[in-house]
């Protein structure tokens, strides 16, 4: 797994951490944390890896007129330490009680981001879930049984030229019918009711259509009273209510 660039750039920034690599001295790389502590790197692949097994070497500085008494150690870095004793394993329910802000803002959890952390915004944004479109039943009653009892109906529009029809069209409709299950589309030139109606008389061939379900939209509307079909209301320009496919 490479190192996120991301975070290394803000360790430097938002922690005030400095990354030193003098490679044309053949040093390794390392970082220097705010309190002075140093944390090692390796290098693979020309590619700098923290080792978070590996516990920071906290710098030991001398206290401004105290030489004489001896060096106190800066407090340590949170970073990963070395496995436990078997004696000292944790249980599992104690486990579940860690405290998860804590480990947020970590340096072991900065540098990898693994298991993901709710308080971590980092792994908010970049691995986040799309709410999950289940399938619904739009439709109320008895499935229809022949062909022409209940059909849906939908426009398409091309906004640009790369969707457009190979014969030029710009608008089509998609009409399907619940008893049968077929569903057809109709390109047309205009998204007008004249254009509407004769597709539906296409479709339709010698059955006659007793009832549609439309998004309400003016030009279906029009020819759904021109050929006295039967029109069932659903929510303009919501496509999932008058996709037959999601209700049958």
């Known amino acids: 797994m490479t190192p996120r660039v991301l975070t290394?750039?803000?360790?430097?920034?938002?922690?005030?951490?400095?990354?030193?690599?003098?490679?044309?001295?053949?040093?390794?790389p390392y970082f220097v944390l705010a309190d002075g502590?140093?944390?090692?790197?390796?290098?693979?692949?020309?590619?700098?890896?923290?080792?978070?097994?590996?516990p920071a070497m906290p710098m030991v500085v001398a206290m401004p007129g105290e030489e004489d008494e001896g060096e106190i150690p800066l407090a340590e870095?949170?970073?990963a330490m070395p496995p436990p004793a078997p004696a000292e394993i944790e249980a599992p329910e104690a486990k579940l009680d860690r405290d998860l802000k804590a480990e947020a803002v970590s340096i072991t959890h900065l540098m990898t981001h693994t298991p993901k952390n709710p308080h971590c915004a980092a792994c908010q944004r970049s691995k986040v879930q799309r709410k999950p479109c289940r399938r619904k039943k739009w439709?109320?009653?008895?499935?229809?049984?022949?062909?022409g009892e209940q059909i849906t109906a939908d426009h398409v529009v091309a906004n640009s030229e790369r969707s457009m029809g190979v014969?030029?069209?710009?608008?089509?409709?998609?009409?399907?019918?619940?008893?049968?299950?077929?569903?057809?589309?109709?390109?047309?030139?205009?998204?007008?009711?004249?254009?509407?109606?004769?597709?539906?008389?296409?479709?339709?061939?010698?059955?006659?259509?007793?009832?549609?379900?439309?998004?309400?939209s003016p030009e279906l509307i029009l020819a759904c009273k021109r050929m006295k079909i039967v029109h069932d209301k659903a929510t303009q320009a919501v496509h999932k209510q008058t996709d037959g496919r999601r209700g049958w």
């Open 8 to 28: 290394v750039g803000g360790l430097c920034v938002d922690q005030r951490c400095d990354f030193i690599w003098r490679g044309s001295k053949g040093e390794l």
């Open 37 to 54: 502590s140093i944390i090692e790197c390796e290098v693979h692949g020309r590619v700098p890896y923290v080792r978070t097994g590996v």
């Open 77 to 79: 870095v949170p970073v």
């Open 139 to 147: 439709f109320k009653g008895l499935k229809p049984t022949e062909f």
């Open 167 to 216: 014969t030029g069209d710009r608008s089509a409709i998609v009409i399907g019918d619940r008893g049968t299950g077929y569903i057809e589309g109709f390109p047309l030139g205009t998204k007008s009711a004249d254009e509407t109606e004769l597709a539906l008389m296409e479709f339709a061939g010698n059955a006659k259509i007793r009832r549609a379900w439309t998004d309400c």
